[in-house]
């Protein structure tokens, strides 16, 4: 067994309903020797449940955060303090915008709120991704600035940061430069875990394909196919499966109607990735 990825929590409850769940995600992985944590919820409950499930987070040798929105690095200041100094965090160059969501009544922050000089006070390494990808480890890999090479996956114009200089303070449409996923080389093929997929699973998916040109075995995490009308839903699923996508584990953003045509398509190769669930490779 080369891989172990357990979700430590997600929007939808264990099946035995005996741990907390949220609106987030936060995936622990282990691959041989190393342990690394992908998102962190936005809450702080993952820490309990991580406890529950017998999963250590003192010892982590990578932290990952997605992108900068609160429900994937919300539980990062519970998480800071039981952090070892080996854990070596690695975020989007881009991670410390200012995020906003656009509602009826204005702007609503709904970034994170740590900072890189948290990371500094506890003598914590912090890395910046600012190219196309960083290798982590022997069998990470961590892809950034995704190129968008298809027209039906497109980013809610609800979706802000702010820009500040001087006196004024503009917001500007949030392009997402700041999003990573993770790439795990396993025997199979890779296996990519995504955050929230704001870039497009579609996108993210070809581009890193176009990248290493290894074969994509398997897909985990959010796809954001929740905002997703009828015909993106259909083209995603159209793509993944002339990518030759074997498994897919969806969670989070997701939605129940993208989740439902991606059953139909992968059929026993369909993972429903709620809290609690474990994915032995």
Do not use: W
Not at 154 to 171: A, F, L, N, Q
Not at 250 to 265: D, F, I, N, P, Y
Request: glycine share 10%.
């Amino acid at each position: 067994m080369e891989l172990t990825l357990t979700t430590l929590i997600e929007n939808s409850p264990d099946d035995q309903r005996c741990l907390k769940f949220e609106h987030g995600l936060s995936i622990y992985i282990e691959v041989e020797n190393t342990k690394a944590l992908f998102d962190t919820g936005q809450s702080g409950d993952f820490i309990e449940n991580a406890e529950k499930m017998g999963k250590s987070l003192g010892d982590l040798d990578y932290l990952v955060i997605s992108h900068g929105h609160y429900d994937h690095g919300g539980g990062v200041p519970k998480l800071l303090p039981l952090l070892g100094r080996k854990t070596k965090t690695v975020v989007g160059d881009e991670i410390f915008r200012r995020k906003y969501k656009f509602r009826e009544n204005g702007y609503k922050f709904n970034g994170i709120t740590f900072s890189e000089k948290d990371f500094a006070e506890r003598k914590l390494k912090l890395i910046k991704v600012n190219g196309k990808a960083l290798r982590i480890g022997e069998r990470m890999t961590v892809f950034h600035h995704f190129a968008r090479r298809n027209d039906f996956e497109t980013i809610s114009p609800k979706m802000v940061y702010r820009k500040e200089g001087g006196k004024d303070r503009m917001y500007v449409p949030d392009d997402f430069q700041d999003e990573i996923v993770l790439g795990i080389d396993t025997s199979k093929g890779l296996v990519v875990i995504a955050g929230c997929s704001h870039a497009g699973i579609v996108n993210i998916l070809q581009d890193i394909s176009a990248q290493t040109g290894r074969q994509i075995y398997m897909v985990v995490g959010g796809t954001h196919l929740v905002d997703g009308d009828a015909e993106r839903i259909r083209r995603t699923v159209e793509e993944l499966k002339k990518m030759n996508i074997q498994k897919i584990a969806v969670s989070h953003c997701t939605g129940e109607a993208g989740a439902e045509k991606l059953k139909e398509a992968f059929g026993k190769d369909f993972i429903r990735n709620n809290t609690g669930n474990v994915i032995k490779l």
